[in-house]
């Protein structure tokens, strides 16, 4: 592994938006993104050994296998200053299915890292010359710093522009690492990993003592950090899990999950007064995770107080991400990974790949003003519209409503993904109403509501307008302040106008309290 802090990326927004203007050519065809399509991972961490094999758009993946065995192998080092000799047997099973399952998937080669358990035991490097013996796999040790810099360039695969403070907790340490304008900054790691805070002795007090001692002299270390804490690892999102619990929280999907510095205390507090199995019992949370939630709550809370961040954000990507990226090309990494995924979903199970493009500028007019993080979501919209399209009729709009919602994609607030899935939803339907997520709708303003309407449906029309390149298009004007929705066609256009096209351009004109208007031009053939 190369260490990148000094990488000169080109800064860009935090919604990673590199190319809001011209739709530009994909990548994920390019002969440097195809040698990404399928990679795997092996992570061999301190409490878990995981498996992931991404696959898709590099810029932002698919998981095309994901498996976790938990091994704890960092289990009583504290003590003995080996591994775990149970654990040690479990990951060297775990790790001999993997090596079966990556060739039975044609995998060339995997990647593999040890972490905190394996670098720090007496045994890591028989426990890694074992792996060797037995699977031909190599395992690559990394130190803590290496450790944080993976992670920080996980969070940077799903928020290209991200700044602020990342935090990967792990079982036997926990990283911090500094990222700003594309790039990783300081990093540092320590020994707070819940593993080895649970065979602390001297109960709580000793225990929250240590915890403050070694934050400050984190704080010391990388300075002030007060821009968004992204938290990654399964111990915090076993957390944000519970925070989503107590708060009613109406979306289960931990990617961008955000949380204020007062409900992580409230959270804490929430932990520390409710049974460990009925916790588990109400999150979903499994049984050898949340012995270890304790624990990582008392970090996280002097992690809070102590750096103050303005905000938290979960990320589900950390150091496998982070492989992933550092195997990409430059310009790769500079793309938006939102729009990426919705050019290889379009080009994959499309009925007319390019159309997006097509229908993303026939509605343009209606955006003429508008942010570009609006346009972004205009374009993701245009580009997965017709994805679904071999669902059945009757569930064709809940479909899509799920996919926009809970799909693994880069790069969308909680919020985004609501508001893509309603667009969606009316790309279908005139109506959102008696649906079964009508729950999730509050996630966004009456305002956005109603804009995700008007998209919905100008996507509902001009899908029936099913233009080539080639061919003359009709064009919608939109006169905002007369409120009147213009429709220009020409004569070789004017067969697709039939009384169903019809029908869906005075829906969307209501959506928009407007007036239609029909115009009959010249092609620009003609003159």
Same mark, same amino acid.
């Given at each position: 592994m190369n260490d990148q802090t000094e990488m000169t990326r080109p800064a860009v927004p935090e919604t990673g938006v590199a190319d809001l203007g011209l739709f530009g050519k994909p990548l994920f065809e390019d002969p440097s993104a195809r040698a990404l399509a399928r990679v795997g991972v092996v992570d061999v961490g301190s409490n878990s050994v995981r498996l992931v094999v991404f696959d898709g758009a590099a810029r932002s993946p698919a998981y095309f296998y994901n498996e976790k065995i938990m091994c704890a192998l960092g289990a009583g080092m504290a003590e003995t200053g080996h591994l775990s000799p149970e654990g040690r047997t479990r990951a060297l099973s775990a790790m001999r299915r993997f090596k079966k399952l990556?060739? %039975?998937?044609?995998?060339?080669?995997?990647?593999?890292?040890?972490?905190? &358990?394996? +670098?720090?035991?007496?045994?890591?490097?028989?426990?890694?010359?074992?792996?060797?013996?037995?699977?031909? *796999? +190599? $395992?690559?040790?990394?130190?803590g710093e290496e450790e944080a810099r993976l992670s920080a360039q996980g969070v940077l695969l799903g928020w290209p522009g991200a700044y602020g403070l990342?935090?990967?907790?792990?079982?036997?340490?926990?990283?911090?690492?500094? $990222?700003? !304008?594309? +790039?990783? %900054?300081?990093?540092?790691?320590?020994?707070? !990993?819940?593993?080895?805070?649970r065979e602390?002795? !001297? !109960?709580?007090?000793?225990?929250n003592a240590h915890i403050k001692e070694i934050m400050q002299g984190l704080k010391e270390t990388m300075g002030a950090q007060r821009d968004r804490l992204f938290l990654v690892g399964g111990s915090w999102r076993a957390i944000a899990r519970i925070d989503m619990v107590r708060r009613g929280?109406?979306?289960?999907?931990?990617?961008?999950?955000?949380?204020?510095?007062? &409900?992580?205390?409230?959270?804490?507090?929430? $932990?520390?007064?409710?049974?460990?199995?009925? *916790?588990?019992?109400?999150?979903?949370?499994s049984s050898s995770r949340m012995a270890l939630v304790p624990f990582a709550a008392e970090v996280l809370s002097r992690l809070v107080k102590t750096f103050k961040p303005k905000d938290i954000a979960l990320s589900s990507y950390g150091i496998r991400e982070g492989m992933l990226y550092e195997q990409m090309p430059q310009r790769l990494r500079d793309r938006d990974p939102l729009i990426e995924a919705c050019r290889f979903a379009e080009a994959k199970d499309a009925r007319m790949p390019g159309f997006g493009k097509i229908?993303?500028?026939? $509605?343009?007019?209606?955006?003429?003003? &508008?942010?570009?993080?609006?346009?972004? *979501?205009?374009?993701?919209?245009?580009?997965?519209?017709?994805?679904?399209?071999?669902?059945?009729?009757?569930?064709?709009?809940?479909?899509?409503?799920? @996919?926009?919602?809970?799909? @693994?994609?880069?790069?969308?607030?909680?919020?985004?993904?609501v508001f893509l899935g309603l667009a969606l939803l009316h790309r279908y339907s005139n109506k959102r109403e008696n649906r079964r997520f009508e729950d999730l709708y509050d996630m966004i303003d009456k305002k956005a509501r109603a804009e995700a309407e008007v998209l919905g449906k100008a996507m509902r029309f001009g899908a029936m307008l099913w233009m080539t390149p080639d061919e003359d298009r009709g064009e919608l004007r939109w006169f905002s302040k007369k409120k009147i929705?213009?429709? +220009? *066609?020409?004569?070789?256009?004017?067969?697709?106008?039939?009384?169903?096209a019809e029908a869906r351009l005075n829906s969307l004109a209501a959506s928009l309290g407007a007036e239609v208007e029909i115009k009959t031009v010249k092609s620009k053939k003609q003159g």
């Open positions: 990556a060739d %039975g998937m044609g995998l060339t080669e995997l990647s593999v890292v040890a972490t905190a &358990a394996v +670098r720090d035991a007496s045994d890591g490097r028989a426990f890694c010359d074992d792996v060797m013996r037995e699977t031909g *796999l +190599r $395992i690559w040790v990394i130190d990342v935090c990967d907790i792990g079982g036997s340490s926990m990283e911090l690492a500094e $990222i700003s !304008g594309g +790039r990783v %900054g300081r990093r540092v790691t320590s020994q707070l !990993g819940p593993l080895k805070l602390m002795k !001297g !109960g709580a007090k000793a225990r929280y109406p979306l289960h999907v931990l990617h961008e999950y955000r949380m204020t510095p007062r &409900a992580v205390s409230a959270t804490v507090k929430f $932990i520390k007064n409710t049974d460990l199995e009925e *916790l588990r019992a109400i999150s979903g949370v229908l993303y500028d026939f $509605i343009l007019p209606l955006y003429k003003s &508008a942010s570009g993080p609006r346009k972004r *979501l205009v374009k993701a919209a245009c580009l997965l519209h017709d994805v679904s399209w071999r669902a059945h009729p009757d569930y064709r709009a809940e479909v899509c409503f799920d @996919n926009a919602t809970r799909a @693994n994609l880069g790069g969308l607030k909680h919020s985004e993904r929705l213009q429709l +220009r *066609l020409t004569q070789d256009m004017l067969p697709l106008f039939g009384e169903v």
